[in-house]
């Protein structure tokens, strides 16, 4: 996980270290399931979409939205 990025989080209020340690493992195990590729790219995607949400539930409205960008991006 990217240690700077969960600190300036911290200290931008989203939330405490271990919560967003644990959004980022989510994503992380997300982005695995939908984008063998570039799984840092997507879990950083889904990671910003979860850091700002209450839920820690990944919507899967999400998870389609990132693989639809990850594919446009590559075209």
């Known amino acids: 996980m990217p ?3 969960i600190k300036k989080d911290v200290k931008r209020g989203y939330g ?3 919560t ?3 959004k980022w ?3 992380k195990d997300a982005a695995k399931k939908g984008h063998a590729d570039e799984p840092y790219a ?3 995607y889904i990671y910003q979409k979860k850091k ?3 839920s820690s539930v990944l919507d899967k ?3 389609n939205a990132a693989r639809r960008l ?3 991006e590559r075209k």
């Open 16 to 18: 405490s270290k271990k």
């Open 61 to 63: 409205v999400d998870l």
């Open 3 to 5: 240690n700077n990025m």
């Open 42 to 44: 997507l879990t950083n």
């Open 70 to 72: 990850m594919a446009s």
């Open 20 to 22: 967003l340690e644990r």
């Open 25 to 27: 493992d989510e994503a």
């Open 52 to 54: 700002k949400s209450e």
